[in-house]
């Protein structure tokens, strides 16, 4: 796939707004662009979220295509990768560009409301004068499981579920059953924060009121929109599924180490039938990627096919790198005791990024499984 390489387009106060943006982004993150022109350079404009930015690329992509990117360097500058690029001249019938597009434009981190109610100096305790707490905040945290707890396949399963992605088909199921929805799906715990939130601005209004709690919830009530839409955007792609060329599911999910918050990342692919080798299997691609405290970036790519798995780890710093490889050997051991045969295991040094061209996507497995 194609590379774009990000350069600022925005100035005054919007370009610091962008920069401080980009700065944010994570390997193997995942957002939507509209193309909204060409620059005269022969690069694209992307209207990404509420971002202006253009990309120096070769690519020929019409205006107003929507373009799915994956955060594929951070260093020494972002760059992406498109992962839906359109074949040439194809016309493209979409039934949820609609919804898509006006998505966009609100689109921001999962992660973000959660670092902004954690901070006591910022808004927790104006959330609670407002009389927002009531429970529903208390259950928005409850999603924020510590690093250690997802190292366990069953908290880890039951993360992603939770993560809001499947929120809408739960509820077609609950519907059918007559039951209620459980309160622990964090799209759900965040309508309910939201739908406070805009309770308590509503009285404010009435009251003529201006103050900083007020402009506080209105910050926190962008962020918490953002995310949400974050979340419809990973579901609107996952739903699109296609036999011959497959399904990708995308989750952002929130943890916690110690008194920080940090997010994982987590995209699971399914490969079309139209993929399949000579066995018949389906292949399966996880990548996880995730930034430790000391350990740096970790970017984790895992291949399965039937019994057959090959696992890739790129680390950013050399004690981590040393660290994980001389444990290859005991993640051998745990794979070949739950039945699989261990095609290829290995570590890198250095993340995928922008210099390291071979590093790129999902081509760093040079063994077929």
């Not at 919804?99 to 959660?114: A, C, I, K």
């Not at 952002?252 to 997010?263: A, E, K, Q, T, V």
Request: charged share 20%; with cysteine; glycine share 8%.
């Amino acid at each position: 796939m194609d590379k774009l390489q990000f350069a600022l387009v925005a100035s005054g106060s919007s370009q610091k707004s962008s920069d401080t943006w980009l700065r944010s982004l994570q390997l193997g993150q995942v957002l939507q662009a509209r193309v909204v022109d060409k620059s005269p350079s022969g690069g694209l404009m992307l209207s990404v979220g509420a971002h202006k930015i253009t990309a120096a690329s070769d690519i020929s992509v019409p205006k107003g295509a929507s373009l799915q990117l994956e955060v594929s360097g951070v260093f020494p500058a972002p760059s992406m990768k498109i992962v839906n690029m359109p074949p040439p001249n194809a016309v493209m019938v979409d039934p949820l560009q609609s919804q898509r597009q006006l998505l966009l434009s609100t689109q921001g981190e999962v992660l973000g409301p959660f670092i902004s109610l954690l901070d006591p100096s910022k808004r927790v305790n104006i959330l609670s004068l407002q009389g927002v707490k009531n429970g529903a905040l208390d259950k928005l945290l409850a999603h924020l499981n510590q690093f250690s707890q997802l190292t366990d396949p069953k908290t880890l399963q039951k993360a992603l579920l939770q993560s809001g992605l499947f929120l809408e088909s739960e509820l077609l199921r609950l519907a059918d059953a007559g039951t209620v929805l459980s309160r622990a799906d964090m799209k759900g715990a965040l309508f309910r924060l939201l739908y406070k939130i805009n309770q308590s601005l509503t009285g404010s209004h009435e009251r003529g009121a201006r103050d900083v709690a007020q402009l506080a919830l209105l910050s926190l009530r962008g962020e918490i929109e953002g995310a949400i839409a974050t979340i419809t955007l990973n579901q609107l792609s996952s739903s699109q599924v296609d036999r011959r060329a497959g399904c990708i599911w995308l989750f952002d999910m929130p943890f916690r180490i110690h008194d920080s918050l940090r997010g994982l990342l987590v995209s699971i692919e399914r490969e079309g039938a139209a993929s399949q080798g000579e066995s018949g299997a389906q292949q399966w691609k996880i990548r996880f990627s995730v930034e430790l405290p000391r350990l740096g970036a970790i970017v984790a790519e895992l291949y399965m096919r039937g019994s057959r798995v090959s696992v890739v780890f790129y680390v950013q710093q050399e004690a981590a790198f040393r660290a994980l490889d001389e444990q290859l050997f005991q993640l051998r051991i745990g794979l070949e005791k739950l039945g699989f045969e261990v095609s290829v295991l290995r570590c890198h040094l250095g993340i995928i990024s922008a210099d390291r061209p071979k590093f790129s996507g999902y081509l760093t497995v040079d063994e077929k499984i």
